[in-house]
């Protein structure tokens, strides 16, 4: 069973940047559409969708992040990567990797990303 571990979050001011990695023990290729969400705190367990990537790089992204934030995948290096420029204090959240549609196996336990002045 293919594990997803999550990387790159930390503490970061308003505008600045961050890169996120989703590693893969398995092959992205075969899973299909890969995507990125957040749970923000406070608003219990919803996972908000964030972005997602399909096998052959066609994109979509939520509303709110459209224009600051860019998913890409390495098919070869079992990776998905979300960058996250102009990152503003709402962005603050745990940020997870999965498929498209989501599949509980999947979760892991997510990068904390934390947007202060």
Same mark, same amino acid.
Request: a positive charge.
């Given at each position: *069973?293919? *594990? %997803?571990?999550?990387?790159?979050?930390?503490?970061?001011?308003?505008?600045?940047?961050?890169?996120?990695?989703?590693?893969? +023990?398995?092959?992205?290729?075969?899973?299909?559409?890969?995507? &990125?969400?957040?749970?923000?705190?406070?608003?219990?367990?919803?996972?908000?969708?964030?972005?997602?990537?399909?096998?052959?790089? &066609?994109?979509?992204?939520?509303?709110?992040?459209?224009?600051?934030?860019?998913?890409?995948?390495?098919?070869? *290096?079992?990776?998905?990567? %979300? *960058?996250?420029?102009?990152?503003?204090?709402?962005?603050?959240?745990?940020?997870?990797?999965?498929?498209?549609?989501?599949?509980?196996?999947? &979760?892991?336990?997510?990068?904390?990303?934390?947007? +202060?002045?």
């Amino acid at each position: *069973q293919v *594990q %997803l571990v999550e990387s790159g979050g930390g503490l970061v001011q308003p505008g600045g940047s961050l890169r996120l990695s989703c590693a893969a +023990s398995g092959s992205i290729f075969s899973i299909g559409t890969m995507g &990125w969400y957040r749970q923000v705190p406070g608003k219990g367990d919803q996972r908000e969708f964030v972005a997602h990537i399909s096998r052959n790089n &066609w994109v979509n992204y939520a509303d709110s992040v459209k224009g600051r934030f860019t998913i890409s995948r390495d098919n070869a *290096q079992n990776t998905v990567y %979300l *960058q996250m420029n102009n990152l503003k204090p709402e962005d603050t959240a745990v940020y997870y990797c999965n498929k498209i549609p989501p599949a509980t196996q999947y &979760w892991g336990q997510g990068t904390q990303v934390t947007v +202060s002045s």
